[in-house]
């Protein structure tokens, strides 16, 4: 059988055609489109060393591989991480400036007249870690037990000095919710970022801190810190000490979830930059073996979620913590005006 010339063209146009469109649905379907042409910066709204850091220093090699782009990490402390959440929110919706932190951060600036952001409507988070809090205390004080400090609390009103990241912070959420159940009082003390805050009780400035364990781990097995409990549902085990007990178990009826931190890109950014990250999140950071192991070592939790399971995860953390703070009359707006519904 012989075929013309011209059949013989069409034929070898539509097969390549096929081809081009099929080419182009695999690169579309892997989130391969998108390949960075400048470096990606990350505004880190804490200073170094804290937890936001750290969460964050720690999934950047596998994004940089997975995207094949450099990434730069930007410390802008203030305003409890409000400043820098804010700068990234101003910058241009290019897709190459993202910011990091808890979950409960972004959602509770509004609820506190901070910063007029909807985690939910503004923006495609990437959590990575959960993160646990542990009372701490200089290896030299004089509280043995949880029970010391909260009858000092309580026989001390406003003077025992609590060192943390600043307002809203982990350490701020955590020392709330044991003042909101035991009914103490007592000295706020801020830093810049959570290392600073557990700096502070190590050196003798501040005599307890309520930051987390991620940020204290290197203090604790130095015999640096006491840890007088976590703020945790169960026992926490901490590699290098041993056990740090939970508050729940040591005090009856005491309630606490996991504070979720990640990277988070704001919305209106081209739809294949979130795309990219998503699938780099998928193959990449949900089995790196690097997150797992620093999530072990410094008493973490390896819990990398996006999209839909990401903000029922959050949800589930800064949800009590919006009503906490409000029922402390630390907000501006009731949490239910903003689509937060008492637990």
């Not at 690169?27 to 910066?41: R, T």
């Not at 364990?213 to 840890?227: H, S, Y």
């Not at 819990?303 to 630390?330: I, N, R, T």
């Amino acid at each position: 059988m012989q075929f013309s010339k011209k059949f013989v063209f069409v034929l070898l146009f539509a097969l390549l055609g096929a081809g081009m469109l099929f080419a182009a649905a695999q690169q579309q379907a892997s989130g391969g489109d998108w390949k960075p042409s400048k470096p990606i910066h990350i505004i880190v709204p804490w200073g170094a060393g804290g937890s936001t850091d750290q969460a964050t220093r720690i999934v950047v090699p596998e994004l940089e591989k997975g995207l094949g782009a450099r990434i730069v990490i930007d410390n802008q402390p203030g305003a409890s991480g409000s400043t820098g959440t804010k700068n990234a929110m101003d910058a241009p919706r290019d897709g190459y400036t993202w910011t990091a932190g808890a979950a409960a951060d972004l959602a509770t600036y509004k609820v506190a007249g901070m910063l007029d952001t909807d985690i939910r409507k503004d923006w495609d988070i990437f959590l990575s870690v959960a993160n646990i809090g542990v009372v701490g205390v200089n290896v030299d004080s004089k509280y043995q037990t949880i029970n010391d400090l909260i009858a000092d609390l309580k026989a001390n009103p406003g003077q025992i000095s609590i060192a943390v990241a600043g307002q809203l912070s982990a350490g701020h959420i955590n020392m709330e919710m044991l003042r909101s159940h035991t009914g103490v009082d007592y000295k706020l003390v801020t830093y810049d970022s959570g290392t600073h805050a557990v700096t502070a009780v190590v050196a003798g400035e501040a005599m307890v801190t309520t930051q987390l364990a991620v940020e204290m781990a290197d203090m604790i097995r130095g015999k640096k810190i006491r840890p007088l409990a976590a703020f945790s549902m169960d026992d926490l085990n901490l590699e290098g000490y041993g056990v740090i007990p939970s508050l729940a178990k040591l005090l009856p009826g005491f309630k606490c979830g996991l504070n979720y931190f990640g990277i988070y890109i704001p919305k209106g950014v081209p739809p294949e930059i979130v795309k990219a990250v998503t699938k780099v999140w998928q193959e990449r950071v949900m089995n790196s073996a690097d997150v797992k192991k620093y999530a072990v070592d410094r008493g973490a939790i390896f819990a990398p979620s996006y999209g839909e399971d990401a903000q029922k995860a959050a949800f589930s953390y800064y949800q009590p913590v919006a009503w906490l703070y409000h029922d402390a009359g630390k907000t501006v707006v009731s949490p239910d005006t903003l689509g937060i519904p008492r637990p």
